[in-house]
C-alpha cells in the first residue's frame, strides 16, 4: 500500500524520532511511504483555542495536499481526531460545501498509525522486539474521538520481550488538553500528578502513548521528578526489531 | 389562567409586549482558573470529591452497563429534546393550555426577576412568611431565596444536602448532590451548631437516645436530625415551591424526581404548590416520559428506578395542594436556543453524569465555576444564558477529554459546544483593541501565518533551535517566560532537536538518488 505519511507539525519539529520510527515500521511491513513536503499544521490547536477562523486557511491546505492520498497515517491521535471528527463541523460552521464534500471523501482514508495496523492491515505482532516494563497511557483522543480499542494494547502485547503492565484507571485524561495546559496550569497539574502517581505505580521503565503531546506532558514531568521513568511513542516501540534497536 | 394587570406577566408568548423595564445586565463571573486554585488548595475537598464522584461514576457505569438498548434510548432521549426544541412555541402553548384545563394556573417570565416578583406575589398574597422547597436548579439560577428573603419570607430548603448548604450559608457545588463538598464530619458540626444548639429540633436527646455531645456522625443519626426538624416544617407550611424535571404539554402533568421523599411531603401537604421551570423542560407526551425515566435515574444516582416520583395535573378535588401555580421561565433559554451548535444545551435533563465524570470537575469542584450548573453542562450552559462576554474562563475549563459526551444521556457534544463558544469568546475579544494585541492572539496570528506556507514554516522550525537556546540548560528547557510560566512549573521540555523530521528525510531522499552509492540511511 502507498501511505502518505502525515508526519504533524508537533512530531516533525520536536519529536522526529518518532516520524523516522513510522517510516521505518511501515517500510519494513513491506509498505512504500511518502512524504508530501508541503504539509504543515492541521489546525487543531487553533481550532481547539478559539481561532477557528486562522484554522479554516490550514483545514483548506491539509485537504488540498492530501486529497489524492490512497492512505493517510499519522503517529497522533490528536491530529487525526481533529481531520476526522473537527474537519466536518469546520465545514458546517462556515458553510463551505465543497470543504464538507472533500473532507467528507478524505477522512474515511485518514488513520491513526495503531488503528491503521490492527484494523486495517489485520496486524498484531508486527515483529518488534523490546525487552522493557512498559505501561501504556490511552489518549483521550485515541478513545473518544478516534475509538481507536484496545488496538495500541494489542500492538503492544504481542511485542517480543516485553514486560506489559496495565496502568490504573488508565481512562482518565493526564491533563494535557493543549493550551489547555497553559490556560488552566494548576488544573492540568492536579490531574498529571494523578496520571504520574498511577504510572510509578505500575514501576514500569516506560510509558507508551499514542500522541507526542500526551507524553510531552507526563515526561517532562517525570524527568523534572527524576523519576527514572521514559516516555516513548508507541511507533518507536513497534519499530524496534532485535536486530535494529 | 393568565393574569392580567400584573407588571411584566404577559398572558400567552404572543401576547402584547409587557411594559418597558429595565433589564439588569448580568455581572462578569470570576475566572475560573482563580476558584480551581483555591479549591486545589484544599486536600480535604480533594479527597471528599474523588470519593463522591467515584462511588456515583461507578455505580453509574454498572446500572448503565446492564441496559442492551442504552445506545438507543440515548439517541431517542436526544431526538425527542430536539423535535421539542424545534417546535417549542406550540407545545409550551399546549403545555399552557392543558394546565388551566386541569385547574392549575400558568404564568410566564422573561427573566429572573420577573420569575422572583410574581411568585413572590403568589406567597404574599396567601399572607405566607415562610414556605418550603423542593431541590430546584431553576429556582436557585433566579435566586428565588434571596428574593423571597428580601420581602420577608423564608425559604427552607427540604432536601438534605440543600438543607446543608442553606445552613452553612454555602453555594452548591453540584448539580444532584450540592454538598458533594462535605464530608460527614464537617456536616455533624453544622446539625450541632445551627438546629440543635438553636433549639430548633425538638427533643434531640429523645430523639437520637444519646447525649447532644455525643451525636455520631453516621448518615442514620444526621438524617434523624434533619428529619426532625423538617417534619414541623412540611406540616405548618401553606405554600410550597418547587422546580419540575418535565411537563408533558398534552395532559398538562408536571414531574418531580427526587430520593428522599421530602418532594413529595411538599407537592402534596401545603395548600399552594408553585413550581418554577424553565421552558426547555417540555416534552410531548406521556410516551416521551417513558424515555427519560430510564435514562435520567441510571445517569445521575446510577439507580435503576427513581425512589420518589411525583407526576401531578393540575389540581384535584380533596387531594393535594388547593392551588397550583406553573412558572414558565426564559431567562435567556430563546437566546440559547436561536443558537444552531449552542442550542443542544437546552437537552439537558440535569443528571449530572457529566459531572461526576468529568477529570477537570473531579479536582476543583463546583464553586470553581461559580454557577448554579457547575461542571461540563455549566461550561456550555452558564457562557449562553450570560452571554460568552460574562463568563469567558468557562469554554476553556476542559482538557476536551471528550468523557461527558460518552455518558451524555441525550448525547450533548459537549466537546463540541466548548471549542464552539471558544471561538466566540475570541471574536469577543477581537473587537478591543486590547484583546486584538494580547499576546495570545498574536501568536495565534503568527503561527497561522507561519503554518500557511512551507517555508515560513521550516523558518520557523530553525528560528525556534536558535530562539531556545537562552532557555536550554544542561539539555533541558527548565523555565519559560511569560503565561508559558505555568507549563514549567512542574514539567521540563526537551529542546528542539537539531534535525527535524522533514531534515531527515529529505537527506534520506538525497542518498538513496545517488544511485552510484548502496543506500544507506543516515542517523537522526
Redesign the interface.
Known sequence: MRVSLFITCFNDTLFPQVGIATVRLLERLGHSVDFPEAQTCCGQMHYNTGYQREALPLIRRFVQIFGEAEVVVAPSASCVGMVRDLYARAAAWFDDQQLAADVAALSPRVYELTEFLVYRLGLEDVGAYYPHRVTYHPTCHSLRFLHVGDAPQRLLRAVHGIDFVELPEALECCGFGGTFAIKNADTSLAMLSDKLRHVLDTRAEVCVAADSSCLMHIGGALHRQRAGVRTVHIAEILATTEERS | MSTPGVPGVSGVPDAPAAPERRVRRPRPLPM??KG??QA?ENPQL?RNLYKATHTIRNKRAAVVGEVPDWQELREAGRAIKERTLRHLDTYLQELEASVQRAGGRVHWARDAEEANTIIARIVAEHGAREVIKVKSLTTDEIRLNEALAAQGIDAIETDLAELIIQLAGERSSHILVPAIHKNRSEIRELFLHELIEHDLVPGPRELLGTGVDELSDEPRALTTVARAYLRNKFLSAQVAISGANFAVAESGTVCVVESEGNGRMCLTLPQVLISVMGIEKVIPTWQDLEVFLQLLPRSSTGERMNPYTSLWTGVSQGDGPREFHLVLLDNGRTQVLADT?GRQALNCIRCSACLNIC??YE??GGHAYASVYPGPIGAILTPQLLGVENASSL?????????C??VCPVKINIP?VL??L??????HKQESALGRLSP?ALA??V??Q?????MQ?EEA?QL?RLGQLPFVHRG?I?RLPG?????S??????P??T????????SRQAARRKIEQPVQEEQ?
Do not use: H
Open positions: 475560573f482558573q480551581a486554585r486545589l480533594r451548535v477529570p477537570v479536582r476543583t469554554p476553556y475549563a476542559s482538557s476536551l477529554c471528550g468523557a459526551y460518552e463540541e471549542i464552539y471558544r471561538g466566540q469568546v475570541v471574536q495570545e495565534m496570528k503561527m497561522a507561519l503554518f500557511s506556507s512551507q514554516y522550525q525556534a533541558a527548565t503565561p508559558l510560566g505555568g507549563w512549573a512542574m514539567r521540563d521540555l526537551s528542539v532537536p534535525q527535524s523530521f522533514r531534515g531527515w528525510w529529505r537522526p
